[in-house]
């Protein structure tokens, strides 16, 4: 079955630390998608990539990085600079923009990030 | 600037009852929306959508009109089940090749038996 994997399912970091979340997607989709979701609130965009080797920084891409060196990959580094990162972080693709269904996301089932 | 605003919730009802969820939107251009579920821990799911004016979307139940007029897209279902708890977006997508999202806060739905 196609689908998006993220892990792990929960993470816990000491203050400080640089930490990686995995995203990886089987749906030969072109664009991924980074979000941070927390509680009582919606979804705010950290980074997005178009096609391989490239992306653009979201709506709040400060203390975050990113790479996609491979389609089927886009990890996100929420890095020590992050100033409040225990939030709950979705992963998301869909198939690209030059199909019709370009803006038709698919979502993995999110990684939960606790800094202790 | 794009926005969206979704009615503030939780949003309590007994099995059975009739829903309503409203969501307004602000855009420039022509956007598409969508209504995405997320059930509790999980990521979110793409319930329907509508990208042009008058397009009605469903799904399982689900209704909602994109209504250009009064910029709305509310979504409705008849007959809710317990199974249907869980926190509702309403988002999105303005006409560009980004293809970004643009979400309200959540409507939390719980369903009494």
Redesign the interface.
Known sequence: DGG?T?SPKYLFRKEGQNVTLSCEQNLNHD?M?WYRQDP??????IY?S?IVNDF?K?DIAEGYSVSREKKESFPLTVTSAQKNPTAFY?C?S?I??ASPA?????????TRLTVL | GNS?TQMEGPVTLSEEAFLTINCTYTATGYP?L?W?VQYP??????LL?ATKADDKGSNKGFEATYRKETTSFHLEKGSVQVSDSAVY?CAL?ISS?????I????TTLQVKP
Do not use: C, M
């Open positions: 998006i993220q664009a998608y009582g609130q919606g979804l705010r965009l997005y178009q653009q979201g979705l998301a869909s690209g923009w370009y803006n038709e996301q698919f979502f993995g089932p999110g | 969206v598409s969508f995405y821990g999980e990521g979110l799911q793409l959508k977006f997508s090749n980004t293809g970004k999202l979400f309200g806060q959540g």
